[in-house]
């Protein structure tokens, strides 16, 4: 069927690749469109709040970042099936929350969930920067950390800082490549910024020590999709 002008694809139904716990994993969950910004603190806090209740064991949110219409977040599970139970826990607790905050009833997240999983330490500092400065690839404003993120809570920016009184949303990372693996290629700098497709690096993203600071720069970065239904979700 012929996609609708503006729209965009849903993620294709295949065969989901085998997951180990060694490997993180970058999710994006999309937002119905008729649910208006992610970003509002109201809303915002609703899916913040989801991810530390996750019950699942052997999942883990470690980081995330709430865009106007959807949310990338970087997880550890333990296998494929681990990591479709996590996200469908924090999909189905986020869509109650955020229906509960604004008063709404309905269908929040889009179609299926998209993943990646991230091999080497130079992928999951992509990833890393991706996540956690996807603010300035929407909004060119943003200047800093991103308060939507869990960027306050990162302890891997060259210039350090205090991380707030609150308690992290998220998990501490277990997977050596997250904890410590990425920072072979240099620690981040609160100034760098994915690189836009086909765009060039800012000036702060071309000094930084890593080459490459967008998770997307290259499709051949990265292996294949790991995408799993949420269907029926709230």
């Given at each position: 069927r012929?996609?609708?002008p503006?729209r965009?694809?849903?993620?294709?139904?295949?065969?989901?690749?085998?997951?180990d716990?060694?490997?993180?994993?970058?999710?994006t969950?999309?937002?119905?469109?008729q649910?208006?910004s992610?970003?509002?603190?109201?809303?915002?806090?609703?899916?913040a709040?989801?991810?530390?209740r996750?019950?699942e064991k052997?999942f883990?949110?470690?980081?995330?970042s709430?865009?106007?219409?959807?949310?990338?977040?970087?997880?550890?599970?333990?296998?494929?099936?681990?990591?479709?139970r996590g996200?469908?826990?924090?999909?189905i607790?986020?869509?109650?929350a955020l229906?509960?905050t604004?008063?709404?009833?309905?269908?929040?997240?889009?179609?299926r969930?998209?993943?990646?999983?991230l091999?080497?330490?130079?992928?999951?500092r992509?990833a890393?920067?991706?996540?956690?400065?996807n603010a300035?690839?929407?909004l060119?404003?943003?200047?800093?950390?991103?308060p939507?993120?869990s960027a306050?809570?990162?302890?891997?920016?060259?210039?350090?800082?205090?991380?707030?009184?609150?308690?992290?949303?998220?998990?501490?990372?277990?997977?050596?490549?997250?904890?410590?693996g990425?920072r072979?290629?240099?620690?981040?700098s609160?100034?760098?910024?994915?690189?836009?497709?086909g765009?060039?690096?800012?000036?702060q993203?071309?000094?930084?020590?890593?080459?490459?600071?967008?998770?997307?720069a290259?499709?051949?970065?990265?292996?294949?999709?790991l995408?799993?239904?949420?269907?029926p979700i709230?």
């Amino acid at each position: 069927r012929k996609r609708a002008p503006g729209r965009r694809p849903s993620v294709a139904h295949r065969a989901r690749p085998e997951l180990d716990e060694h490997h993180p994993v970058l999710v994006t969950l999309r937002a119905r469109p008729q649910l208006g910004s992610l970003r509002t603190p109201r809303a915002y806090h609703a899916i913040a709040r989801s991810f530390r209740r996750c019950p699942e064991k052997r999942f883990r949110v470690v980081h995330f970042s709430v865009q106007t219409d959807h949310v990338h977040m970087l997880v550890e599970a333990g296998d494929k099936h681990t990591l479709a139970r996590g996200l469908r826990s924090v999909a189905i607790r986020s869509a109650l929350a955020l229906n509960r905050t604004l008063a709404r009833r309905g269908t929040v997240w889009g179609d299926r969930y998209h993943a990646r999983a991230l091999h080497t330490p130079r992928m999951v500092r992509n990833a890393l920067v991706y996540v956690l400065a996807n603010a300035r690839k929407h909004l060119r404003a943003v200047a800093g950390l991103d308060p939507c993120s869990s960027a306050a809570w990162f302890d891997g920016f060259r210039d350090a800082r205090p991380a707030p009184a609150r308690p992290s949303p998220t998990r501490e990372a277990r997977t050596w490549l997250l904890r410590v693996g990425w920072r072979r290629h240099g620690l981040l700098s609160v100034d760098e910024a994915p690189r836009p497709r086909g765009g060039r690096r800012n000036r702060q993203a071309r000094a930084a020590p890593s080459p490459r600071s967008d998770i997307m720069a290259s499709s051949a970065a990265l292996p294949a999709d790991l995408p799993t239904s949420l269907e029926p979700i709230l």
